[in-house]
């Protein structure tokens, strides 16, 4: 048995009792064969482990309303760091009810941490920004940041094809909508894309058309409303939008979709202060030309009467034919 002998190292002693430098040991030998002895071999086997973990699972019920109780005392900024902070772990969007039971604090005191938030991280000036999304709020970076946010992560921006977002924007607008509805609006056939757009749960089955086959009725997912952002089906761009958009976001918008035949630059020459001039100067040259016209087609039809009566003259009454008797 080996023990130490203070700073000089252990030292083998034969298992006889140490003894110090000084004098003999004030230890009798049973004192140190009973601390120092082997022992049962057994011994250290049938010992317990410790744990350092309590195995009692806490009351979830009396913790959220010690929770709840503890909330009502929290001022106006402490309640924006744990909405905050709450928001930043999530992955993904809160509506007030989850926020309300992840934090106990009442949901209008949340609704204004949730303003307050907003104001902070918003578009252009933060490199975090609070979007609300498919009825939640979720942290979202800089759309501005994204080429640098992607070269960090080595991934590539998800792309949607040109047939794949006519169909989603066929069945965002016009939901509940069936496949043969889809493909006659689009001319062609829709199968492969609409089981890539189902592949990417952009689109969902809703049920089934009551009519002859019985087709599948196809409609837009929460994942849809977060991949473009859009807090509800709502926030989708009308027509109008269109035609209201800025000169530059119109660029935008030719280069990515051709325009029909004849299309380009209708918006600018309604905007033209000389357009409606040159539009009724063309207007009266219009019916000037038209009264022209309708002159000249009277004055061939005279014409013409004037040539049939010389080619073919009206005969002479027969004698034998007096004609009626003339009164007396």
């Given at each position: 048995?080996?023990?130490?002998?203070?700073?000089?190292?252990?030292?083998?002693?034969?298992?006889k009792?140490?003894?110090?430098?000084?004098?003999?040991?004030?230890?009798?030998?049973?004192?140190?064969?009973?601390?120092?002895g082997?022992?049962?071999?057994?011994?250290?086997?049938?010992?317990?482990?410790?744990?350092?973990?309590?195995?009692?699972?806490?009351?979830l019920?009396?913790s959220?309303?010690k929770?709840?109780?503890?909330?009502?005392?929290?001022?106006?900024?402490?309640?924006?760091?744990?909405?905050?902070s709450?928001?930043?772990?999530?992955?993904?969007?809160?509506?007030?009810?989850?926020?309300?039971?992840?934090?106990?604090i009442?949901?209008?005191?949340?609704?204004?941490?949730?303003?307050?938030?907003?104001?902070?991280?918003?578009?252009?000036i933060?490199?975090?920004?609070?979007?609300?999304?498919?009825?939640?709020w979720?942290f979202?970076?800089?759309?501005?940041?994204?080429?640098?946010v992607r070269?960090?992560?080595?991934?590539?921006?998800?792309?949607?094809?040109?047939?794949?977002?006519?169909?989603?924007?066929?069945?965002?607008y016009?939901?509940?909508?069936t496949?043969p509805?889809?493909?006659?609006?689009?001319?062609?056939d829709?199968?492969?894309?609409?089981?890539?757009?189902?592949?990417?749960?952009?689109?969902?089955?809703?049920?089934?058309?009551?009519?002859?086959?019985?087709?599948?009725?196809?409609?837009?997912?929460?994942?849809?409303?977060e991949?473009?952002?859009l807090?509800?089906?709502?926030?989708?761009?009308?027509?109008?939008?269109?035609?209201?958009?800025?000169?530059?976001?119109?660029?935008?918008?030719e280069?990515?979709?051709?325009?029909?035949?004849?299309?380009?630059?209708?918006?600018?020459?309604?905007?033209?202060?000389?357009?409606?001039?040159?539009?009724d100067?063309?207007?009266?040259?219009?019916?000037?030309?038209?009264?022209?016209?309708?002159?000249?087609?009277?004055?061939?039809?005279?014409?013409?009467?004037?040539?049939s009566?010389?080619?073919?003259?009206?005969?002479?009454?027969?004698?034998?034919?007096?004609?009626?008797?003339?009164?007396?």
């Amino acid at each position: 048995m080996r023990v130490s002998t203070g700073n000089n190292g252990p030292e083998d002693t034969g298992g006889k009792p140490p003894r110090s430098s000084g004098g003999p040991s004030p230890f009798t030998e049973e004192e140190i064969a009973a601390v120092t002895g082997p022992g049962d071999e057994d011994e250290l086997e049938d010992s317990e482990v410790a744990t350092i973990e309590a195995d009692e699972v806490p009351d979830l019920q009396s913790s959220f309303e010690k929770l709840v109780v503890k909330s009502r005392n929290l001022s106006p900024e402490r309640i924006r760091t744990v909405v905050e902070s709450v928001l930043f772990v999530a992955e993904k969007p809160l509506d007030l009810d989850q926020l309300y039971e992840a934090t106990g604090i009442e949901r209008e005191k949340i609704q204004e941490a949730l303003n307050l938030i907003s104001g902070v991280h918003r578009d252009g000036i933060s490199g975090i920004v609070l979007y609300e999304v498919s009825g939640g709020w979720q942290f979202r970076t800089d759309p501005h940041s994204g080429e640098y946010v992607r070269r960090y992560l080595r991934v590539k921006p998800q792309r949607l094809t040109r047939a794949a977002v006519e169909t989603l924007a066929i069945i965002a607008y016009r939901q509940p909508v069936t496949r043969p509805e889809i493909e006659d609006i689009r001319g062609v056939d829709c199968g492969a894309v609409i089981k890539a757009l189902l592949d990417r749960k952009l689109i969902k089955i809703l049920g089934k058309k009551e009519e002859v086959g019985r087709p599948m009725l196809y409609g837009t997912t929460r994942e849809f409303l977060e991949f473009f952002a859009l807090k509800d089906l709502s926030a989708l761009p009308t027509l109008r939008e269109f035609h209201e958009l800025t000169q530059e976001h119109q660029e935008i918008v030719e280069k990515e979709r051709p325009t029909a035949p004849g299309a380009s630059g209708t918006v600018e020459l309604l905007a033209d202060p000389d357009f409606q001039k040159r539009m009724d100067k063309s207007v009266a040259a219009s019916e000037a030309a038209l009264e022209e016209l309708e002159q000249a087609m009277d004055a061939a039809e005279k014409t013409q009467k004037a040539a049939s009566s010389v080619l073919n003259p009206t005969p002479p009454p027969p004698e034998g034919d007096k004609g009626p008797a003339e009164p007396a």
